[in-house]
């Protein structure tokens, strides 16, 4: 999975030291460098910028990091503005971050991120215990049967490979009885032959709830990553596996490495 940087939005301190040791983790595995990210508001920008690199500059040194202020009336717009410039990096985002003195919280903006683009995201939830190594542990691969979700594979194949992490593919099939052609178990097996990496396990996930179902899967297993596509059309289990993701963000205790399908982003607002 090559990047060509590793771009860290960041607002308070303490969301900042949260999410710096997990980005520090992908930048080194992918052997790219990283950029923290902050906006400033257009007001006051002087005073505010002097004020944010007391402590900014400190932690960019720490992790051999650049150090980019830019001003703007919205963190998201500039955020968005800044990653387009920039298709082939990777942004390490904390979800349950506050934007800082805008009072925006990250939350809702890596959402915007995610939607306006098909930049590969690590997100990193409330649950994400302190200090956690993306790097070790399993990588859990979500699809559920629809070619959307199993755009993902070839970046679930490429980090597996960088961190030499053994692989789970799961197949979110859900509740809904499968169509009377469909093998379920041939198919998540066939996912997992195809996705080129040494051994993949796979497993079969049923339930009611998606989310649910793919954090225990990976809390049980101590995956050091869950993978998956952020929109995506009915699959097998007649719902979009896209739609659970943030839930599944905001319910791991691992990091997410999520992307939004290249192919919908022209037609989804």
């Not at 691969?141 to 755009?151: F, L, Q, R, T």
């Not at 469909?182 to 989310?211: C, F, K, M, N």
């Not at 998956?228 to 719902?239: L, N, P, Q």
Request: charged share 20%.
């Amino acid at each position: 999975m090559r990047a060509s940087k590793i771009l860290v939005p960041i607002g308070l301190q303490h969301d900042a030291e949260r999410i710096l040791p997990i980005a520090a983790d992908v930048a080194e595995t992918l052997d790219a460098p990283m950029e923290l990210i902050h906006v400033v508001p257009v007001l006051d920008a002087e005073v505010h910028s002097a004020y944010q690199r007391a402590w900014m500059d400190p932690l960019a040194v720490r992790y051999e990091a650049t150090l980019r202020l830019v001003e703007h009336q919205s963190v998201s717009r500039a955020l968005r503005d800044v990653i387009a410039d920039q298709p082939d990096a990777v942004v390490c985002m904390d979800v349950d971050a506050s934007g800082g003195p805008a009072d925006t919280v990250l939350g809702s903006i890596s959402e915007d991120i995610l939607r306006a683009g098909h930049h590969r995201c690590v997100l990193l939830g409330p649950n994400v215990t302190a200090s956690p190594s993306i790097t070790t542990g399993p990588v859990v691969v979500c699809v559920d049967g629809s070619d959307h979700s199993e755009s993902i594979l070839s970046d679930a194949a490429a980090w597996a490979a960088e961190t030499g992490s053994s692989t789970w593919v799961v197949l979110v099939a859900g509740d809904a009885p499968l169509p009377v052609d469909i093998d379920e178990s041939s198919y998540v097996h066939r996912v997992a032959r195809d996705l080129g990496v040494q051994d993949p396990e796979w497993e079969v996930l049923h339930g009611h709830d998606h989310a649910q179902s793919i954090v225990d899967f990976a809390h049980d297993r101590k995956a050091g990553s869950i993978v998956m596509a952020t929109h995506g059309r009915s699959g097998f289990g007649r719902f979009a596996l896209g739609s659970t993701t943030m839930r599944v963000v905001h319910r791991a205790s691992c990091p997410v490495i999520a992307r939004r399908p290249p192919v919908l982003s022209a037609i989804v607002n």
